[in-house]
């Protein structure tokens, strides 16, 4: 039985505005997490001939003309151009209209991993090859993380905190956070949060190679390269996209007659302090960062009916999680439903907790629990119901979403329906 809760400012999400290799918008979103779209392929945005891996999940023909006028397309980042459509898909949504007076303190929360690296990696190589009299005039500003909240808040007229946290993959997991923190102390009934990466650039994906952490062998078959918990995995498919939430205290939500998604109950977070890239093989911290969020809902690890899962594919991060979730949740952990969605949008970066959060989100109010696709043959160490290849209807209340980051980093987040 989940315990009596505090009553200290609810907080729930009735906006989400989505850009992404499966979908652009809600509705188009949801039918392909149901029918197990996957959006991975060979990558059109830069030749990757001479890399290992020449597959990723980009947005196939995203026009940022559809949202941003055409003097300040050059400005930014693709980044902060998916981040700004998502934004105004979230606000039109949630059927938010703001005043002057709501502008004022209405916070923007984004994370981002790579901030503006495709601009970055343009105007650095105009630098070193054409020298510095060819690069934009706005590359000073555009290529920082900093740049993608600054871009919502002005494109929304919004005038209250613009924070961009850039925390590797747990990112967006942790602006969400914020952003729940900032209704629940109190200071303000309206955020905008989320996070946006376009991490599918030649720099980004070259290093990534050289760790050996994206997918390599399934170059020609790139439907089926991203594969969690599978005996055969090896490696993410890099990804990119934005995924942004309107949350506001349930009092308003309600007052306004808002559709209310889910809301937001807890939150932990811990750090592994051993290896720049490597979890620790025990899993403790991640393990405590689930029992945080859990005792921060006022939960029991019974509550739990349904986890998003980390699950990025990789040799390390597959088997430890599964390990972390038996230890958690002990004999009843068979019971619980489990799911990637990555081997759909592939690894997004830093943007991967905020489309695990809408995704939960659409859980709860579809009914039903995304695949895990590409899972025909799983890992014996990965022995857990991981909804292999097909949705499954299912009545969720209690939403568990685990997201792990290098250096060791775990972001916990729960929704619940209301």
Not at 146 to 161: F, P, R, T, V, Y
Not at 261 to 271: F, K, R, W
Not at 279 to 287: A, E, F, I, R, T
Not at 364 to 393: G, H, Q, W
Request: aromatic share 6%; hydrophobic share 40%.
């Amino acid at each position: 039985m989940i315990k009596e809760r505090r009553l200290v400012n609810r907080v729930v999400i009735t906006g989400l505005g989505i850009v992404s290799p499966i979908g652009v918008g809600k509705i188009e979103f949801c039918n392909s997490l149901k029918n197990g779209v996957v959006g991975i392929d060979k990558i059109s945005l830069f030749n990757p001939a001479d890399l290992p891996s020449i597959i990723g999940a980009e947005i196939k023909d995203f026009n940022p003309g559809k949202y941003l006028v055409k003097k300040n397309i050059k400005k930014l980042g693709r980044a902060a151009h998916l981040a700004i459509g998502a934004a105004q898909l979230a606000i039109e949504d949630a059927c938010l209209n703001m005043d002057a007076s709501a502008r004022e303190n209405c916070p923007v929360f984004v994370g981002t991993a790579v901030g503006g690296m495709d601009f970055a990696e343009e105007n650095f190589l105009k630098i070193f090859n054409e020298g510095s009299r060819k690069i934009s005039t706005y590359a000073g500003v555009a290529v920082f993380c900093a740049s993608i909240s600054s871009a919502i808040s002005m494109d929304l007229s919004l005038h209250g905190k613009s924070i961009s946290v850039s925390n590797g993959c747990c990112s967006s997991t942790d602006a969400v956070a914020q952003a729940f923190d900032f209704i629940k102390s109190k200071q303000g009934d309206t955020a905008i949060c989320g996070g946006a990466d376009a991490c599918v650039t030649k720099g980004v994906l070259a290093a990534f190679c050289k760790m050996g952490v994206v997918t390599t062998h399934y170059n020609h078959t790139p439907k089926k390269a991203c594969k969690p918990f599978h005996r055969r995995r090896d490696g993410f498919a890099l990804g990119e996209g934005a995924w942004i939430i309107v949350l506001e205290s349930l009092d308003k939500a309600v007052a306004r007659k808002a559709n209310v998604y889910a809301e937001i109950v807890g939150y932990g977070a811990t750090c592994d302090a051993y290896h720049p890239s490597a979890p620790h093989s025990d899993g403790l911290y991640n393990k405590e960062a689930i029992k945080i969020a859990i005792d921060s809902a006022d939960m029991e690890p019974d509550d739990i009916d349904c986890i998003s899962a980390y699950g990025n594919a990789t040799n390390l991060n597959d088997p430890l999680e599964t390990r972390v979730y038996k230890e958690v949740f002990s004999n009843r952990v068979k019971k619980i439903p489990i799911s990637s969605i990555k081997s759909m949008i592939g690894h997004p970066i830093g943007a991967t907790g905020a489309a695990q959060i809408i995704a939960a989100a659409l859980s709860i109010a579809k009914n039903f629990i995304p695949p895990t696709m590409n899972l025909d043959d799983p890992d014996p160490a990965c022995d857990l119901d991981y909804v292999p290849n097909k949705s499954r209807e299912m009545k969720v209340n209690n939403i568990l979403i685990n997201t792990l980051s290098f250096g060791g980093k775990n972001s916990c987040l729960i929704l619940k329906r209301v």
